[in-house]
């Protein structure tokens, strides 16, 4: 097991260090990795960046409960959902 340390200056900027997931938002799954050192990608030795960053996508398979809900209210414009709002 290699640990690597790294002393980081923040000067009240943010920078990018360290392993960074990036997710889809409509299925939260992860699109890809990427890991940056003092704000700098590191590239792997398979090729560039992009291409060796990129997780494979699985399929999401969504519960049942959730699949009879959205049947239920495919064709509605509004859904009333309580969402904590007050007004």
């Known amino acids: 097991m290699n640990i690597k340390r790294s002393l980081v200056k923040n000067e009240g900027v ?3 260090h360290g ?3 990036f ?3 409509s299925t ?7 890991t940056y050192t003092m704000g700098k ?3 792997g ?3 560039p960046a992009s291409d060796s960053t990129k997780v494979a996508s699985k399929t999401m398979v969504k519960p049942k409960e959730v699949q009879d809900y959205e049947k ?3 064709g509605k414009k509004k859904i009333k959902v309580r ?3 007050t007004n």
Do not use: C, F, H, V
């Open 14 to 16: 943010a920078i990018r």
């Open 19 to 21: 392993q960074w997931k």
């Open 23 to 25: 997710y889809d938002p």
């Open 28 to 34: 939260g799954m992860i699109n890809k990795i990427q």
């Open 41 to 43: 990608l590191e590239t």
């Open 45 to 47: 030795k398979s090729g």
């Open 72 to 74: 239920k209210n495919a």
């Open 83 to 85: 969402d904590g709002a």
